[in-house]
């Protein structure tokens, strides 16, 4: 498939993004979830690295070009409805800007008898 067939291929939603679960390839966490727009797909296609689409700033969000704490990507899945991405990376550091491994470290009290 080429790169051009593979961003055709997304479900893109009414504002052109695509919801992207970032998972550690090696330990299966969850690290994040961003979004991605075409042009952050195509990027992170050809670097290699995650690229996303920061909703509150409006513009490209390659992860660790400042903080050094870079994820290379090792494999692109997408959902059943092509809706949804599941990027498997290699981390090198945290993926939280507060240096928790993963974004996802805050446990909501058990509602659930």
Known sequence: ????????????????????IVQDINTKQVLTLAYMNTESLKQTLEMGETVFWSRSRQELWHKGAT??????????????????????????????????VSCFFQQLPNSIE
């Open 67 to 100: 903080s050094g704490n870079r994820q290379i990507v090792r494999d692109i899945y997408a959902d059943c409805d092509s809706d949804t991405l599941l990027i498997l990376v290699e981390p090198l550091g945290p993926a939280c800007h507060t240096g928790e």
């Open 1 to 20: 498939m080429t790169q051009s067939q593979i961003i055709d291929a997304i479900q893109w939603d009414e504002r052109g993004l695509v919801p992207a």
